[in-house]
């Protein structure tokens, strides 16, 4: 009989040519990448060394984040608007030029294939900036057979967010006084630093006051954006961490492929809103006949927050949730925690967990297989837990 080997805890990633380098690649590895996860292709930094001092300087000044990973895809052409509605259950109608939406793209029978932001850079030129999937091989599939004409491609587009509340004073240094007042979800096109071509959007994946600057030409010019943001950021604190999973477990905002996948709908998540999935649209957009159905039938299971009892969880990005978490009603498994972290500002383990909806109601009582307690008390609670009306990016 073989001996047992000991488990490596912390398996290291390899790095080699297969897996993608997106364009700040490089630029963000010289401070001194701790971990990557594999996110789009790319790897993606995920922290620096010490996750909750990133989280601390995100709340307290202002930080830097590699997320070239968002690989922007464009759908251009005449009938640009009319192909990216026919994904997206918004009506984007109500899109303007130079604004920007938080959209879904669903599948036929409702799911989510993707949740991008979607960003509408002139009349007839839509971006969708992904989460972790390949819509464009959807979009160029669902384009084959829809008569429609319109070019799907993926262009060399990368960008980076600047969070934290001390992000408008960088991008005023960088940019001058009225792009950092852009409107939350809007754009600031066409713009020049130091000859590169860039735009930013007032979005971010933090809850907080946060913007994303997007490079054109990325592969040419990504150091030296890069630099100039350090520039422009060192006189402020600007700090380069990795996206904060802890704040954005805070903030009620959900990972595409933990807290939602493609057996997923919008009404599941919470996110059903009368704006986020336009029923009564003139457009006939993929998955509208099922969601029809779905939100007259009801859904039987919904995505909540949790509180969740025992010894502090971790960051969720330092390998303490390599799987989701059972949850039990009376010694039955029910559902499944999804994200979690520790919450240094609310002193407490907090989630999102996806349960029947016999157990949505705030103050249910129900149990968890902690990785460090064992089977400990959890309660269903409010999500976001902080911040709900947003009022802080929206500052």
Known sequence: MAEATQIEQRPRILLYTRIRKAPFFYASRRHGVKIY???NHFYHPRHYGDPVEEYWHLLNEVTLWDVGVERQIEISGPDAFTFTNLLVPRDLSKCKVS???????????GGIINDPVLLRTDQNVFRLSLADSDVDLWARGVAYHSGLNVRIQEVDIAPVQIQGPRAKEVIRDLFGPEVPEIPYYDMALGLKLDGMDVEVSRTGYSGE???EI???????????????VLEAGAPHGLRVIGPCHIRRIEAGILAYGADMWLDNNPFEVGLGYSWMVDLDQDADFIGKDALKRIKEEGVKQKLVGLDIGGEPLGTYIDSEMIDFFPVYAEGREVGRVTSSCFSPRLQKNIGFAMLPVEFEELGTELEVDHPASGRVRCVVSPKPAFDPSKEIPKA
């Open 99 to 109: 604004q920007c939406k938080y959209v879904f793209i669903t599948a036929a029978d």
């Open 209 to 211: 006051i946060g913007f």
């Open 37 to 39: 996860s594999v996110y």
């Open 214 to 228: 997007y490079l054109h030409n990325a592969r040419r010019d990504a150091e030296k954006l890069w630099r100039a």
